[in-house]
């Protein structure tokens, strides 16, 4: 079955950084795309950074254009999130999401708290 499973989460402080990785399993990992979403306390979980499968085209949100790069390695069927200049805007709940066969697969989540 579709596993993903995050790492990488902690406390930081504003502007230091921080690298999330997804571990993926159960399905052919180079052949669909792969997104990264966050959801802070009280709010709706939103899309951060999506990764194409073989031409690696990514997309972010606004709020993190500049700061964070998503990538992969196939080879690793793992996917990354490389975040830079972090804010106390940039707490949540981090989750790898995957779209297969018309179904979401999310991961357990990582949380990431920046404070000083």
């Known amino acids: 079955q579709v596993q993903l499973v995050e790492s990488g989460g902690g406390l930081v402080q504003p502007g230091g950084s921080l690298r999330l990785s997804c571990a993926a399993s159960?399905?052919?990992?180079?052949?669909?795309?792969l997104s990264w979403y966050r959801q802070a306390p009280g709010k709706e979980r939103e899309l951060v950074a999506s990764i194409t499968s073989t031409d690696y085209i990514s997309n972010y949100a606004s709020s993190v254009k500049g700061r964070f790069t998503i990538s992969r390695d196939n080879a690793k069927n793992t996917v990354y999130l490389q975040m830079n200049s972090l804010t106390p805007e940039d707490t949540a709940v981090y989750y790898c999401?995957?779209?297969?066969?018309?179904?979401?697969?999310w991961g357990q989540g990582t949380q990431v708290t920046v404070s000083s």
């Open positions: 999401n995957a779209y297969i066969g018309w179904k979401n697969y």
């Open positions: 159960g399905f052919t990992f180079s052949r669909f795309g």
